[in-house]
């Protein structure tokens, strides 16, 4: 007999033993055909750009990855029978070697690509111009009231409720009402601020109001478009015989415009996506070229543009330098996200002298204030936004206006209110009023540096303010009327200079799409002042008149004499009907039985 060796080396250890499900050849094609279908109906949802520097090319990957995985341990049944389960970790090796390539690729591209590594890099995807501050008048926004033509008197806010109205009135009169109400609503998220024919004017695409109305209508499309002027508020229905916006965001399946230009530009990473119309008043859809400028995943900035022709689908691709030297191309307006902007120039303002600087110390450390505007300047349109030093947020070091075609970015140093500020200032002097005012934005009315706003209710534009930046207390504003006249001279008057504003120029501003409001009611009443109080709100004095156990309130603005009332004086107060336990007053003014 031969004698039994045992091995006490553990080199003899015995393998897993692995044992393959029957018709394991067939399952191994199933699995490939599952994964293959999970990869197909995963590109058509997702839209991944097969570009490594994209984040959604390893999420997409990542999911073949697992499908595959998962239906070989299910074609396998090894969670009913665990012997199969070395051959199921045999079938994942493959898919789990390419899973940890590609997370290490991407850790590398994450350390690559990490702020507190590559501050200086992120620092210099913008770069700005300072401009001195004795220059200030070169910013030539408003050298008369011509000029406010260029300048937007509304905001978005109000620009879309005109637009909301224009759509619902155009379709309750067509002859196909039956057809057309309620079949769409106004796109707002993906509308843009345009200089079209050297008029500010913002642009709403329309999308489907729900997607039994995308059914209903898909065949004919979406029936146009809606322009907004920002300076008269007139609003437009667009509609071209015979045309419909075929492409957009609120298409499904083919004609979606993501899914339309990723069929169409594989490799390609898409950023915002802008509606703009050519001067020609032609559709198009701007959509922006990302390019990563800091490693492999950071530091998104726009490197071309895809133009889109919404009524046909019809793609163009252009470089940066296309569109900063074709003439044909001058009608594009926003090659750059004011978002992207923002973001970028925070990049700068935070990270020029490196990242510890950024959290410790802090020297020359600067940010941009909250909400930004659009201005149109040279037919080019710019965005506008404050900026403050990180440490102090309550005033502002100076403002930068950014070129959305260019990038080209100017600062303008000035010390003062930033515009959240401004805009509480503005709202306090109409409290009694209960309007809103649009956000600020600063410009150069007669070498002062100024804020101005729209004070709005109900979408509607009541009035306009004007407020110092550096003296935010002085807050003027037009009385109970959209009068731009009537604001600037009161505006001069509280400077206690002259502006040399050419008062001769015709300003008045046409309303004809505003929303309609019914017409202030108003009454009077007669009687003995039995108290009076004063208080100082937005830099502006409000007299409260007391007269038979009701309080009336009005600034020393809209009725100077009530600065000299006394108790005992007889009053006629007007005012507008309210149910409010302090009353707005229209005027004040001593009886002629006084």
């Not at 197909?40 to 991944?48: D, G, H, K, Q, R």
């Not at 506008?384 to 309550?394: A, C, E, L, P, R």
């Not at 002097?429 to 309007?435: A, I, K, R, T, Y």
Request: some cysteine; overall charge negative; aromatic content about 12%.
């Amino acid at each position: 007999m031969d004698p039994i060796k045992v091995d006490f080396t553990g080199k003899g250890k015995s393998k897993e033993l692995l044992i393959p499900p029957e018709r394991a050849g067939l399952k191994i094609v199933i699995n490939i055909v599952i994964t293959v279908i999970v990869a197909i109906v995963a590109y058509y949802m997702l839209l991944p750009a097969m570009n490594p520097r994209a984040l959604e090319f390893y999420y997409y990957f990542g999911i073949i990855l697992a499908a595959y995985v998962v239906s070989a341990f299910i074609t396998s049944k090894a969670f009913a029978k665990p012997e199969y389960m070395p051959y199921v970790k045999k079938q994942a090796t493959v898919p789990i070697i390419i899973a940890l390539a590609l997370a290490v690729l991407l850790g590398v591209g994450y350390l690559t690509s990490c702020v507190v590594f590559r501050a200086k890099a992120f620092s210099r995807i913008i770069s700005e111009q300072p401009i001195a501050s004795t220059n200030f008048d070169e910013l030539d926004l408003i050298d008369s009231l011509d000029d406010f033509s260029k300048v937007p008197l509304i905001d978005k806010t109000v620009a879309e409720a005109l637009a909301d109205k224009t759509l619902g009135d155009l379709f309750s009169s067509t002859a196909d009402t039956e057809n057309l109400v309620s079949q769409f609503v106004v796109d707002d998220l993906h509308s843009s601020q345009i200089n079209y024919k050297t008029a500010p004017t913002r642009v709403f695409p329309l999308k489907y109001g729900d997607f039994f109305k995308w059914f209903k209508n898909r065949a004919d499309g979406l029936p146009g478009y809606i322009t907004v002027d920002m300076y008269t508020q007139e609003a437009n229905m667009v509609r071209k015989e015979g045309s419909a916006v075929k492409y957009s965001p609120a298409e499904y399946f083919n004609r979606k415009l993501i899914r339309h230009l990723r069929f169409a530009y594989p490799t390609t990473m898409f950023g915002t996506t802008s509606f703009e119309i050519n001067e020609e008043g032609q559709p198009y859809w701007i959509c922006e070229v990302i390019d990563k400028t800091v490693g492999l995943i950071g530091g998104d900035d726009v490197v071309g543009v895809v133009l889109v022709n919404a009524y046909d689908g019809t793609c163009t691709k252009y470089s940066l330098e296309d569109i900063k030297k074709d003439a044909s191309l001058k009608w594009v307006d926003q090659v750059f996200d004011a978002a992207l902007l923002n973001t970028q120039y925070n990049y700068y303002g935070k990270y020029a002298n490196g990242f510890i600087n950024s959290i410790i110390g802090q020297e020359n450390v600067k940010i941009t204030t909250t909400g930004s505007n659009f201005l149109a300047i040279n037919d080019d349109v710019y965005m506008y936004t404050g900026v403050t030093s990180i440490s102090n947020d309550q005033s502002i070091i100076g403002f930068i206006l950014i070129n959305q075609r260019t990038k080209d970015a100017k600062f303008y140093p000035v010390s003062g209110a930033t515009e959240e500020a401004a805009q509480t200032s503005a709202k306090g002097s109409v409290q009694d009023m209960g309007w809103d005012a649009t956000f600020p934005l600063l410009l150069n009315v007669g070498g002062e540096p100024t804020y101005f706003m729209a004070y709005t209710s109900g979408g509607v534009v009541k009035g306009y303010s004007m407020v110092n930046v550096s003296q935010y207390a002085i807050v003027a504003k037009s009385n109970n009327s959209p009068n731009l006249v009537e604001c600037l001279q009161s505006y001069e008057n509280l400077l206690g200079k002259s502006l040399n504003i050419n008062y001769s120029v015709n300003v008045d501003i046409p309303n004809a799409q505003t929303p309609e409001t019914p017409a202030i009611q108003t009454a009077s009443v007669t009687g003995i002042i039995a108290d009076i109080r004063t208080a100082v709100i937005g830099g502006n004095s409000m007299y409260y008149i007391k007269i038979d156990n009701k309080y009336y309130s009005i600034s020393a603005s809209a009725a100077q004499n009530v600065v000299i009332f006394n108790v005992g004086d007889t009053v006629k107060v007007t005012f507008a009907e309210s149910s409010a336990s302090i009353i707005p007053a229209v005027n004040i003014e001593l009886s002629a039985a006084q």
